[in-house]
T-cell receptor, first 114, second 112 residues
Framework: ETGVTQTPRHLVMGMTNKKSLKCEQH?????MYWYKQSAKKPLELMFV???????ENNSVPSRFSPECPNSSHLFLHLHTLQPEDSALYLC?????????????FGSGTQLSVL | EDKVVQSPLSLVVHEGDTVTLNCSYE??????LLWYKQEKKAPTFLFML????IEKKSGRLSSILDKKELFSILNITATQTGDSAIYLC????????????FGQGTRLTINP
Protein backbone atom coordinates (compact mmCIF):
# COMPACT_ATOMS: atom_id res chain seq x y z
CA GLU A 1 0.00 0.00 0.00
CA THR A 2 1.69 3.17 -1.21
CA GLY A 3 -0.87 5.68 0.09
CA VAL A 4 -2.01 6.53 -3.44
CA THR A 5 -5.27 4.94 -4.59
CA GLN A 6 -6.46 4.82 -8.17
CA THR A 7 -9.83 3.76 -9.57
CA PRO A 8 -10.85 1.98 -11.64
CA ARG A 9 -8.11 -0.64 -11.94
CA HIS A 10 -9.24 -1.59 -15.44
CA LEU A 11 -11.24 0.32 -18.04
CA VAL A 12 -12.41 -0.62 -21.51
CA MET A 13 -13.97 2.15 -23.54
CA GLY A 14 -15.04 2.89 -27.07
CA MET A 15 -13.70 5.84 -28.99
CA THR A 16 -16.88 7.84 -28.48
CA ASN A 17 -17.17 7.29 -24.72
CA LYS A 18 -16.43 9.72 -21.92
CA LYS A 19 -14.88 8.37 -18.74
CA SER A 20 -12.84 9.63 -15.81
CA LEU A 21 -9.92 8.20 -13.87
CA LYS A 22 -9.69 9.02 -10.19
CA CYS A 23 -6.69 9.29 -7.88
CA GLU A 24 -6.56 9.97 -4.16
CA GLN A 25 -3.44 10.36 -2.01
CA HIS A 26 -3.41 9.89 1.77
CA UNK A 27 0.16 11.10 2.32
CA UNK A 28 -0.38 14.81 2.84
CA UNK A 29 1.68 15.64 -0.26
CA UNK A 30 1.46 18.93 -2.13
CA UNK A 31 2.00 17.73 -5.70
CA MET A 32 0.21 15.16 -7.88
CA TYR A 33 1.02 13.74 -11.29
CA TRP A 34 -0.38 11.75 -14.18
CA TYR A 35 1.99 9.45 -16.08
CA LYS A 36 1.35 7.26 -19.12
CA GLN A 37 3.13 3.92 -19.44
CA SER A 38 3.00 2.22 -22.83
CA ALA A 39 4.64 -1.07 -23.70
CA LYS A 40 8.39 -0.77 -24.27
CA LYS A 41 8.41 3.00 -23.72
CA PRO A 42 9.58 5.03 -20.75
CA LEU A 43 7.04 6.51 -18.39
CA GLU A 44 5.76 9.71 -19.96
CA LEU A 45 4.86 12.65 -17.73
CA MET A 46 1.48 14.04 -18.73
CA PHE A 47 0.45 16.58 -16.08
CA VAL A 48 1.79 17.98 -12.82
CA UNK A 49 -0.23 19.82 -10.21
CA UNK A 50 1.63 21.67 -7.48
CA UNK A 51 -0.45 23.20 -4.70
CA UNK A 52 -3.50 22.51 -6.88
CA UNK A 53 -2.18 24.56 -9.81
CA UNK A 54 -1.21 22.88 -13.06
CA UNK A 55 2.50 23.48 -13.58
CA GLU A 56 3.23 21.02 -16.38
CA ASN A 57 1.35 19.97 -19.46
CA ASN A 58 3.58 17.92 -21.67
CA SER A 59 1.97 18.49 -25.05
CA VAL A 60 -0.84 16.14 -24.17
CA PRO A 61 -3.78 16.00 -26.63
CA SER A 62 -6.88 17.86 -25.51
CA ARG A 63 -8.85 14.60 -25.36
CA PHE A 64 -7.14 14.22 -21.94
CA SER A 65 -8.35 16.78 -19.42
CA PRO A 66 -6.99 16.84 -15.86
CA GLU A 67 -8.72 18.24 -12.79
CA CYS A 68 -7.31 18.78 -9.31
CA PRO A 69 -10.06 19.99 -6.95
CA ASN A 70 -7.83 19.81 -3.85
CA SER A 71 -4.39 18.58 -2.83
CA SER A 72 -5.61 15.02 -2.18
CA HIS A 73 -7.62 14.33 -5.34
CA LEU A 74 -6.76 14.22 -9.01
CA PHE A 75 -8.89 13.26 -11.99
CA LEU A 76 -8.17 12.55 -15.62
CA HIS A 77 -11.19 13.05 -17.86
CA LEU A 78 -11.12 11.11 -21.11
CA HIS A 79 -13.16 11.70 -24.25
CA THR A 80 -12.99 10.57 -27.87
CA LEU A 81 -9.84 8.58 -27.25
CA GLN A 82 -7.89 6.73 -29.91
CA PRO A 83 -6.71 3.09 -29.83
CA GLU A 84 -3.10 4.33 -29.40
CA ASP A 85 -4.16 5.80 -26.05
CA SER A 86 -4.42 2.28 -24.65
CA ALA A 87 -1.86 2.14 -21.85
CA LEU A 88 -1.35 2.01 -18.08
CA TYR A 89 -2.13 5.40 -16.52
CA LEU A 90 -0.28 5.97 -13.27
CA CYS A 91 -1.01 8.61 -10.70
CA UNK A 92 1.73 9.73 -8.31
CA UNK A 93 2.23 12.22 -5.51
CA UNK A 94 5.21 13.87 -3.87
CA UNK A 95 6.10 16.43 -1.26
CA UNK A 96 7.97 19.27 -2.92
CA UNK A 97 10.65 20.27 -0.43
CA UNK A 98 13.52 21.25 -2.68
CA UNK A 99 15.57 18.22 -1.70
CA UNK A 100 15.31 14.43 -1.79
CA UNK A 101 11.94 14.49 -3.51
CA UNK A 102 10.54 11.18 -4.68
CA UNK A 103 7.31 9.99 -6.21
CA UNK A 104 4.83 7.61 -4.65
CA PHE A 105 2.77 5.80 -7.27
CA GLY A 106 -0.69 4.31 -7.33
CA SER A 107 -1.42 0.91 -8.89
CA GLY A 108 -2.61 2.46 -12.12
CA THR A 109 -5.59 2.15 -14.43
CA GLN A 110 -5.11 -0.25 -17.34
CA LEU A 111 -6.99 1.44 -20.17
CA SER A 112 -8.04 -0.28 -23.39
CA VAL A 113 -9.60 1.81 -26.15
CA LEU A 114 -11.54 -0.19 -28.74
CA GLU B 1 17.22 17.03 -23.95
CA ASP B 2 17.42 15.01 -20.73
CA LYS B 3 17.74 11.27 -21.31
CA VAL B 4 18.01 8.03 -19.36
CA VAL B 5 19.12 4.74 -20.94
CA GLN B 6 18.86 1.44 -19.11
CA SER B 7 20.52 -1.83 -20.03
CA PRO B 8 19.87 -4.58 -20.55
CA LEU B 9 16.20 -4.15 -21.47
CA SER B 10 15.52 -7.75 -20.50
CA LEU B 11 17.39 -10.28 -18.39
CA VAL B 12 16.61 -13.88 -17.44
CA VAL B 13 18.66 -15.61 -14.75
CA HIS B 14 18.38 -18.52 -12.33
CA GLU B 15 17.55 -18.17 -8.68
CA GLY B 16 20.69 -17.54 -6.67
CA ASP B 17 22.51 -15.65 -9.42
CA THR B 18 23.80 -12.10 -8.97
CA VAL B 19 22.63 -9.46 -11.43
CA THR B 20 23.79 -5.96 -12.30
CA LEU B 21 21.44 -3.48 -13.92
CA ASN B 22 22.78 -0.36 -15.61
CA CYS B 23 21.49 3.17 -15.94
CA SER B 24 23.23 5.96 -17.84
CA TYR B 25 21.89 9.48 -18.03
CA GLU B 26 22.20 12.96 -19.43
CA UNK B 27 20.50 15.70 -17.47
CA UNK B 28 20.96 19.41 -16.98
CA UNK B 29 21.68 20.41 -13.37
CA UNK B 30 21.57 16.89 -11.95
CA UNK B 31 19.89 16.63 -8.58
CA UNK B 32 19.24 12.93 -7.93
CA LEU B 33 18.91 9.46 -9.44
CA LEU B 34 16.16 7.13 -8.29
CA TRP B 35 15.53 3.40 -8.67
CA TYR B 36 12.04 1.91 -8.58
CA LYS B 37 10.77 -1.69 -8.69
CA GLN B 38 7.56 -2.36 -10.63
CA GLU B 39 6.20 -5.82 -9.91
CA LYS B 40 2.64 -5.59 -11.11
CA LYS B 41 1.46 -2.05 -11.58
CA ALA B 42 2.64 0.39 -8.89
CA PRO B 43 6.35 1.28 -9.05
CA THR B 44 7.77 1.22 -5.53
CA PHE B 45 10.76 3.26 -4.42
CA LEU B 46 14.09 1.50 -3.84
CA PHE B 47 16.91 4.05 -3.66
CA MET B 48 17.73 7.69 -4.14
CA LEU B 49 21.34 8.58 -4.96
CA UNK B 50 22.73 12.08 -4.96
CA UNK B 51 26.48 11.67 -4.32
CA UNK B 52 29.10 9.71 -6.21
CA UNK B 53 30.73 6.67 -4.69
CA ILE B 54 28.39 6.23 -1.74
CA GLU B 55 26.72 2.84 -1.86
CA LYS B 56 23.11 2.56 -0.81
CA LYS B 57 22.17 -0.88 0.50
CA SER B 58 18.96 -2.63 1.44
CA GLY B 59 19.23 -6.33 2.10
CA ARG B 60 20.38 -8.04 -1.09
CA LEU B 61 20.00 -4.88 -3.15
CA SER B 62 22.64 -2.19 -3.48
CA SER B 63 23.23 0.76 -5.76
CA ILE B 64 25.96 3.24 -6.50
CA LEU B 65 26.26 6.42 -8.53
CA ASP B 66 29.12 7.75 -10.65
CA LYS B 67 28.46 11.43 -11.39
CA LYS B 68 31.62 11.79 -13.43
CA GLU B 69 30.76 9.00 -15.87
CA LEU B 70 27.01 9.68 -15.56
CA PHE B 71 25.77 6.22 -14.64
CA SER B 72 24.43 4.12 -11.83
CA ILE B 73 24.24 0.39 -11.23
CA LEU B 74 21.77 -1.66 -9.23
CA ASN B 75 23.08 -4.96 -7.90
CA ILE B 76 20.95 -7.82 -6.64
CA THR B 77 22.75 -10.73 -5.00
CA ALA B 78 21.37 -14.23 -4.34
CA THR B 79 18.33 -13.48 -6.49
CA GLN B 80 14.92 -14.92 -5.62
CA THR B 81 11.80 -15.39 -7.74
CA GLY B 82 10.25 -12.47 -5.88
CA ASP B 83 12.87 -10.19 -7.43
CA SER B 84 11.21 -10.69 -10.82
CA ALA B 85 9.99 -7.24 -11.85
CA ILE B 86 10.68 -4.25 -14.06
CA TYR B 87 13.37 -2.02 -12.56
CA LEU B 88 13.04 1.65 -13.44
CA CYS B 89 15.74 4.29 -13.26
CA UNK B 90 14.87 7.99 -13.19
CA UNK B 91 16.83 11.22 -12.85
CA UNK B 92 15.82 14.66 -11.67
CA UNK B 93 17.26 18.03 -12.56
CA UNK B 94 16.66 21.43 -11.07
CA UNK B 95 12.88 20.93 -11.05
CA UNK B 96 13.19 17.92 -8.78
CA UNK B 97 10.30 15.46 -8.66
CA UNK B 98 8.21 17.74 -10.87
CA UNK B 99 10.19 16.60 -13.88
CA UNK B 100 11.61 13.11 -13.39
CA UNK B 101 12.94 11.53 -16.58
CA PHE B 102 12.55 7.75 -16.70
CA GLY B 103 14.41 5.08 -18.62
CA GLN B 104 12.66 2.24 -20.45
CA GLY B 105 13.21 -0.12 -17.57
CA THR B 106 14.90 -3.51 -17.28
CA ARG B 107 12.57 -6.52 -17.15
CA LEU B 108 14.21 -9.03 -14.82
CA THR B 109 12.97 -12.61 -14.69
CA ILE B 110 14.26 -15.02 -12.06
CA ASN B 111 13.66 -18.68 -12.85
CA PRO B 112 13.56 -21.24 -10.04
Amino acid sequence: ETGVTQTPRHLVMGMTNKKSLKCEQHLGHNAMYWYKQSAKKPLELMFVYSLEERVENNSVPSRFSPECPNSSHLFLHLHTLQPEDSALYLCASSQLTGANEKLFFGSGTQLSVL
Amino acid sequence: EDKVVQSPLSLVVHEGDTVTLNCSYEVTNFRSLLWYKQEKKAPTFLFMLTSSGIEKKSGRLSSILDKKELFSILNITATQTGDSAIYLCAVSGIQGAQKLVFGQGTRLTINP
